[in-house]
């Protein structure tokens, strides 16, 4: 939420109005739609524009590929007990696994002043300007105040980090899904980002 509010509060009151709702909508109706023309065109080899059945079911056997290898990917990774299945604790835990790894990925998109893909002393540095100028941009606990509280809770997120993680697995994988893509999240993609 705190995201979708720095991209669309543009009035800055905090909350988004229904005039900045729409501009969001708008916004993720045109990059569905984009995501869509592309899965047409990867597999439109005729260039009609539309999937013709030959065409569809390339596409569909592509899906359900791509489902199958981060299923496999999934269970290589957490399956903890080596048997070759998912227990619903594995999955649980895989899950949250991800999850600290999607909060990490978001605090150094968020931090990486530099641009380098890694947080290093330049950004603390930058991140420590921040915090003296009392910006906004400096509340990393969320809770509206810029203090030494952002402060440890930079320090925490630093700490946390994995630079050895994998490239997540997408859990929409295990959500079902059908035609249009992996959970039913847009054509060929890899979920709903």
């Known amino acids: 939420g705190r995201r979708l509010l720095d991209r669309f509060d543009t009035d800055g009151d905090g909350e988004l109005s229904a005039e900045e709702r729409l501009t969001m909508q708008d916004e993720w109706e045109v990059r569905r739609f984009e995501a869509e023309m592309a899965f047409t065109d990867r597999f439109d080899l005729d260039g009609?524009?539309?999937l013709n059945d030959i065409e569809r079911a390339a596409a569909d056997d592509y899906i359900a590929a791509e489902r199958?290898?981060?299923r496999a990917d999934f269970t290589a990774r957490f399956d903890a007990d080596g048997n070759?299945?998912?227990s619903r604790d594995e999955r649980r835990a895989g899950f949250e696994q991800m999850r600290l790894w999607r909060e990490?990925?978001?605090f150094t998109d968020r931090y990486d002043s530099d641009g380098d893909g890694s947080m290093g002393p330049f950004d603390?540095?930058?991140f420590l300007?921040?915090?003296a100028a009392g910006d906004p941009a400096g509340d990393v606990n969320g809770d509206g105040l810029v203090d030494s509280s952002d402060v440890?809770?930079?320090q925490d997120m630093l700490s946390n980090l994995d630079p050895n993680r994998p490239d997540p697995v997408d859990p929409s994988v295990f959500l079902g899904g059908g035609r249009g893509g992996p959970g039913g999240g847009g054509p060929g993609g890899?979920?709903?980002g």
């Open 48 to 50: 009609d524009g539309e």
């Open 104 to 106: 990490q990925d978001q």
């Open 84 to 86: 070759g299945d998912i």
């Open 124 to 126: 603390t540095e930058a």
């Open 152 to 154: 440890q809770a930079y």
């Open 190 to 192: 890899r979920g709903g």
């Open 129 to 131: 300007a921040l915090i």
């Open 68 to 70: 199958e290898q981060m």
